[in-house]
Structure formats: structure tokens, C-alpha cells
């Protein structure tokens, strides 16, 4: 491995964000699959986390340009499970919704522990899993569909995160611990 190649693994590690994360629920095409953890990694997020009933999570495809090496990706066994997870680890979970209730995504503080929840292609976020979620946000339509396709509307939710957190100077010091720090490290030296 080259200097400039350990440089690189190690400046994009110092910019990982553990406290931002996906919760996809049967997210079952793998393009999609493969397209969240692309804009995952663009943004900074360390792990993402999936839920399929049906079992396992889709293979990935090129349409992930590599990004599953370098984000981490946790199966959880049911929606539940997934919430006690990231509840233990002061996680807010909110799910994308298509309801009058949800808030426009913009007006959530994603500078705080956060995960976005996004459900399967065609039904969206289960009701199981819209009644144990925090709060319910959408990205407001001006057209005639009525959402976006699940993988754009996470990279559009990201993105709104990764602003906020340049802008509150979250990415300006290194946010994992030092131990999971030197364990991701290794892990993507050996990549």
C-alpha cells in the first residue's frame, strides 16, 4: 500500500460520522441496496442497518462503486430488534412517511444521534415500524409523484445531514473512539 493510499483511508476515517446511520426495512432490490451505501459512504456514515423479513439483505452490484467495503452494514432479525439497537445507543429514528403528520425533512436536527428509516419500494416504512419511530419526515413533492425512489430519497436526506454537521463542525475532528478507531483502521488497511 502506498503512503498516499494510507493517507487517504486514514482522512476519510477521521471524517466518519458514528452517530449517523440508515435503518432500511426490506429494502429488498439490490440496486438500491448498493445505491444507499454509495451515498452512505459520501456522507460519512460508519454502519448502516437492514431489516428484511423475508431473510438476508440483497447481494450488492456495481451500482455501489466499492462503498460496501467501507461502510459496514448490520442485519437485524425483525424491526424491533433494529429499534433496540439503536435506541441503546441514543439513537433518534425517524421514518420517511408519506403522511400529514410528517415534518419536512429540512426541519429535523440531524447534528444529534440520527437514524433515518426508509422503507421497501413500493409500501415504504411498515406500520410496526412508523409507531415505534421518533418522528415521521418527508421530502416535499412539487410534482406528481409522490416520492422520490427510496435510494435518491436517502441520498436527499444525507446530504441534509452532512449540511448541517459541515456547518455545526462535525466533521472537522475525528468522532470515533480511539479503540474503533484503530479496529476500523486495520479492518480497511486489509481492503
Not at 139 to 150: A, D, E, K, R, T
Request: aromatic residues 8%; proline residues 5%.
Amino acid at each position: 500500500m502506498t503512503e498516499a493510499r494510507r493517507k487517504r483511508i486514514e482522512d476519510v476515517l477521521k471524517r466518519r460520522q458514528p452517530d449517523l446511520t440508515v435503518l432500511l426495512e426490506n429494502v429488498h432490490k439490490p440496486h438500491n441496496l448498493s445505491a444507499i451505501l454509495r451515498s452512505c459512504d459520501a456522507v460519512g456514515v460508519l454502519e448502516a442497518h437492514a431489516v428484511n423479513p423475508t431473510g438476508g439483505v440483497p447481494t450488492f452490484n456495481e451500482t455501489s462503486g466499492g462503498s460496501h467495503k467501507w461502510v459496514y452494514l448490520r442485519v437485524h432479525p425483525d424491526i424491533a430488534e433494529a429499534f433496540r439497537f439503536l435506541r441503546e445507543r441514543g439513537f433518534r429514528v425517524y421514518a420517511t412517511a408519506l403522511s400529514r403528520e410528517a415534518q419536512d425533512y429540512r426541519e429535523v436536527d440531524y447534528t444529534q444521534p440520527t437514524a433515518i428509516l426508509l422503507g421497501a419500494e413500493k409500501w415504504g416504512v411498515s406500520p410496526e415500524a412508523l409507531a415505534l419511530a421518533d418522528g415521521a419526515i418527508q421530502i416535499p413533492m412539487l410534482g406528481m409523484v409522490q416520492s422520490l425512489n427510496v435510494s435518491v430519497a436517502a441520498a436527499v436526506i444525507l446530504f441534509e445531514a452532512q449540511r448541517q454537521r459541515l456547518r455545526a463542525g462535525l466533521y472537522e475532528r475525528p468522532r470515533l473512539d480511539p479503540e474503533l478507531y484503530a479496529q476500523v483502521l486495520e479492518d480497511w488497511l486489509r481492503k
